[in-house]
């Protein structure tokens, strides 16, 4: 009865349309009120406790060089280098989006911020090459949520942070999957424009002079994610402290290129206040959700239930992965994450599956999600950028779900294509 209390209140809520982090609040408060155990102060003391975590440190760390990479003005100058490299490849300003969007990602670790940031220059781009509106948002909004993968990534923060594993082995372990999704989107743009389902204006190959020009323009923002990746690899610092010195570059670069400038950088400021206190109160009121949950023995019941369905890890896993893609459909990822981990965590464990591996397969389906109707985030910031209907750019999308469930699938099937990379450096 008690557990009906929390989800149920969670659930009229969320249907009243209550933002989800007011919400979880609500529902957990509601529970311990009727809850004679429990005193409603632990709500509290759970909320401070969940928040004051070191590593938690590096989400806003990372968020602020995505927005100061974003002010700095890089993008044209990495949209210009991804053009002059694969630009001549059949299928044009797709694969360069795509290509894009993979070193932004090394840059931002949030989707929505490569979305917004690079996405009105890209959408802008093919447009003007002769690709349709709902075609470059759709390749644009699939592209972006590679962003997750590949170091750094926010979310993953927050899935190392729950599930007590390392930062730094969770961002080595979404390189591969992250490369792989963008190799297989390409293939499918490159698929696509050979049976003649897109069109855009074809462009010739550049010449080395010019690709080598557009490799200076580009080569100290390039150089961020190759640091960032390098400084992982090398053990020289932490996730959080790379985060730090992240944000130093960026301000550095931004006012050399003299396009960040003092109001620029309050701007960049003042959206990662916005999004790191959505974020924070999101944890905060998470937490004792989850600690309500977990004294509540619901772990170990629904491992029970789900192991009398079957005892195939491949089955079991299934049937999470069908939960998180429904909720992600519906529901903001950092709740799903900070309500579901709690939950399926020791079940994973105890079938043998490794954290590190369940928590990239966990940012695949949560990814997904933000591009999922009805309320997928970033399709609402491709209707924006591009101006088109929703029913236009999920039509135009659809294909894109091939090779991005594919990675989904792959990742589940074969847990090396994760933990080769974190095993061979000793994550």
């Not at 999308?397 to 847990?415: G, K, Q, T």
Request: hydrophobic fraction near 60%.
């Amino acid at each position: 009865m008690s557990l009906l209390v929390l989800f149920g209140s969670f659930g009229l809520l969320v249907g009243l349309q209550v933002p989800i982090a007011i919400a979880m609040g609500f529902a957990g408060a509601a529970y311990l009120m009727l809850d004679p155990v429990f005193p409603t102060l632990i709500m509290v003391q759970r909320m401070a406790r969940g928040i004051h975590s070191f590593p938690l440190l590096a989400i806003p760390l990372f968020i602020l060089a995505g927005h100061l990479f974003n002010h700095a003005g890089i993008a044209s100058r990495i949209f210009g280098f991804a053009n002059a490299l694969v630009g001549h490849i059949r299928g044009g300003l797709a694969h360069v989006n795509i290509l894009a969007s993979i070193i932004f990602a090394g840059m931002s670790g949030v989707a929505a911020a490569d979305a917004a940031g690079l996405g009105a220059v890209e959408i802008r781009a093919m447009r003007k090459a002769g690709f349709s509106a709902p075609f470059s948002a759709a390749i644009t909004a699939a592209s972006a949520i590679i962003g997750p993968i590949v170091p750094p990534s926010v979310i993953m923060v927050l899935y190392a942070v729950m599930a007590q594993v390392s930062i730094a082995g969770m961002f080595l372990a979404g390189i591969v999957p992250g490369l792989l999704m963008g190799l297989l989107l390409m293939g499918t743009v490159y698929t696509m424009a050979r049976s003649g389902r897109i069109e855009g204006s074809k462009q010739n190959r550049v010449s080395l002079r010019e690709l080598a020009t557009s490799f200076v323009a580009a080569g100290p923002a390039i150089a961020a994610p190759v640091l960032l990746v390098g400084g992982l690899l090398l053990g020289v610092a932490t996730p959080t402290e790379l985060g730090a010195l992240t944000c130093i570059y960026a301000i550095v670069l931004g006012f050399s290129y003299r396009q960040l400038t003092a109001r620029r950088l309050l701007a960049a400021f003042s959206e990662t206040i916005t999004s790191c206190g959505v974020i924070l109160l999101l944890i905060a009121v998470g937490i004792p959700f989850g600690w309500i949950v977990a004294v509540n023995n619901l772990p170990a019941e629904l491992s029970s239930f789900l192991t009398g369905l079957s005892d195939n890890p491949l089955i079991i896993l299934a049937m999470i992965n069908v939960g998180l893609l429904i909720a992600g459909a519906v529901m903001e990822a950092a709740a799903i994450l900070l309500i579901a981990v709690p939950i399926v965590l020791p079940l994973v464990q105890s079938i043998g599956i490794d954290p590190v591996h369940f928590g990239v397969i966990v940012v695949l389906n949560l990814v997904i999600g933000v591009t999922t109707p009805p309320f997928g985030m970033i399709l609402f910031i491709m209707m924006d950028i591009a101006e088109v209907r929703m029913s236009e750019l999920v039509k135009a999308i659809l294909p894109f779900y091939i090779p991005i469930f594919a990675v989904l699938i792959l990742v589940i099937l074969v847990p090396e294509i994760t933990l080769f990379v974190p095993r061979l450096l000793g994550y």
